[in-house]
């Protein structure tokens, strides 16, 4: 990431800790999902792509303070019971706005960690099961925003300005602790979107020239009124919707049996 000869570590697309998160991988609650496929696998996905230095950078930069925030196996989940303790900025129809700067929050790490799961995902090549994430898979930024979030991760550039960051905190006395990869990128009148998913927590990434103002005015950084993170019952919602139509159809042994994707090598 910051392009200087370095040895690099053994990266791991997901903290290795977001595994502690999921304590029961045999559980039907807890899952991964990806490019339209969902897995009960948690096979930890690893590439060469960080130096120490960067490693340690994501880390303090999001990863430790999200992990210890997020929902946990034994039900405690710190960041929501930090927002739902505080006084709301504005009360919509499907969710609760908070202030990014409510007691027991940190935005700018939740941000960041964002923003380095979507980067690190969009460079890296990760597989699961037969598909590719990252750059031979769906998963791209196009190499303008690409170099723009990676100067933003180094500290080098302010968050991008033609990007959005949302982040949707679960309003559930018991969420789902579901795992989902980031996806997503199709053009959408002038700008795209990309998401993901981790206990509790949901994360949407909007780039473009053209991003509207009623989507920009859910930013947790370049808001124009206010930073804000959401209490809502979202990102439970999506999971039970989506998985309602994707366990119907799953066959537990179909993964195994799938062949071993082929590598382009570049
Ligand atoms: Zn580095």
Not at 98 to 112: A, N
Not at 207 to 231: K, M, S
Not at 239 to 247: D, N
């Amino acid at each position: 990431m910051c392009l200087l000869v370095r040895p690099l570590c053994d990266s791991h697309l997901w903290p290795r800790q977001i595994y502690a998160l999921l304590h029961d991988p045999g559980d039907p609650k807890h899952f991964t999902l990806g490019n339209g496929r969902l897995t009960h696998t948690m096979k930890q996905m690893h590439e060469y792509l960080l130096c120490d230095e960067c490693e340690e950078r994501f880390n303090s930069g999001g990863e430790r303070w999200v992990l210890a925030n997020a929902l946990h196996p034994s039900g405690s989940f710190h960041l929501r019971d930090a927002l739902r303790a505080a006084k709301p900025f504005v009360t919509l129809e499907a969710s609760v706005a908070y202030s990014g700067h409510t007691s027991g929050v940190d935005l700018d790490k939740l941000v960041y960690f964002a923003a380095s799961m979507f980067w690190r995902t969009s460079v890296g090549m990760w597989t699961l099961a037969d598909r590719w994430f990252g750059r031979d898979g769906k998963m791209n930024l196009g190499s303008r925003y690409s170099e723009e979030v990676r100067l933003y991760l180094l500290g080098k550039a302010p968050f991008p300005r033609n990007a959005v960051s949302v982040v949707y905190v679960s309003d559930e006395d018991a969420p789902h602790a579901s795992v989902t990869f980031a996806a997503g990128g199709r053009q959408k009148e002038g700008h795209c979107s990309y998401s993901f998913q981790l206990p509790g927590l949901m994360f949407f990434l909007v780039l473009g020239q053209h991003i509207p103002d009623t989507i920009r005015g859910l930013c947790a950084v370049n808001n124009p009124v206010q930073r804000l993170v959401f209490l809502t019952k979202f990102p439970d919602e999506f999971t039970r919707r989506w998985t309602a139509e994707k366990m119907a159809t799953l066959d537990p042994t179909a993964l195994s049996k799938l062949p071993y994707p082929k590598r382009n090598r570049q």
